[in-house]
T-cell receptor
Framework: NAGVTQTPKFRVLKTGQSMTLLCAQD?????MYWYRQDPGMGLRLIHY???????AKGEVPDGYNVSRLKKQNFLLGLESAAPSQTSVYFC???????????FGPGTRLTVT | KQEVTQIPAALSVPEGENLVLNCSFT??????LQWFRQDPGKGLTSLLLIQSSQREQTSGRLNASLDKSSGRSTLYIAASQPGDSATYLCAVEGNYQLIWGAGTKLIIKP
């Protein structure tokens, strides 16, 4: 039982490049989330999903896209990376709203 | 718009002391409040979840309280240990979203 895993753990991009972050969970959770964490700030929700095939915008969705084609996977895409997207990205999952969220170890992304 | 504040941003105490971490929020219309722990370079671990109808939750040496009317929560840590050193974050849930505080960095000195 691996819980929530994220790949890659680290990545450096140049401005304008694209990439996809992969989140996988093996707990059969319906809800999945993508957050970003910046120094001195709390986590901010980028996008979330309430089930396979669904996605919704969070607090800071601009510049990101997501897909939930399979229940266990939630992908976060950056089509044209910008330095402002330098951050640590966390994926989380939960059984439903109002229940405990389980977090992955994070992906540290630097955009130069 | 919901805002969550944690004061102080950092706290250093000697081992063995009891301590209290504070969390305040501006909108009392919440589903629950959660406390998490974050170790450097790692993900977050859920510590306690208090539903909006509850006043407190306990787990081992941790006790979290919730006062919705005043927009406050406290995390009480008894008999602190060096292994408790971490950043503690609180988050309130409303409308499918968790709104987070910036955290309190706790250092327990041996």
């Amino acid at each position: 039982n691996a819980g929530v895993t994220q790949t890659p753990k680290f990545r450096v991009l140049k401005t304008g490049q694209s990439m996809t972050l992969l989140c996988a969970q093996d707990m059969n959770h319906e809800y999945m989330y993508w957050y970003r964490q910046d120094p001195g700030m709390g986590l901010r929700l980028i996008h979330y999903s309430v089930g396979e095939g669904t996605t919704a915008k969070g607090e800071v969705p601009d510049g990101y896209n997501v897909s939930r084609l399979k229940k266990q996977n939630f992908l976060l895409g950056l089509e044209s990376a910008a330095p402002s997207q330098t951050s640590v990205y966390f994926c989380a999952s939960s059984y439903s709203t109002g229940t405990e969220q389980y977090f992955g170890p994070g992906t540290r992304l630097t955009v130069t | 718009k919901q805002e969550v504040t944690q004061i102080p941003a950092a706290l250093s105490v000697p081992e063995g002391e009891n301590l209290v971490l504070n969390c305040s929020f501006t909108d009392s219309a919440i589903y629950n409040l959660q406390w998490f722990r974050q170790d450097p370079g790692k993900g977050l671990t859920s510590l306690l979840l208090i539903q909006s109808s509850q006043r407190e939750q306990t787990s081992g040496r941790l006790n979290a309280s919730l006062d919705k009317s005043s927009g406050r929560s406290t995390l009480y840590i008894a008999a602190s240990q060096p292994g408790d050193s971490a950043t503690y974050l609180c988050a309130v849930e409303g409308n499918y979203q968790l709104i987070w505080g910036a955290g309190t960095k706790l250092i327990i000195k041996p």
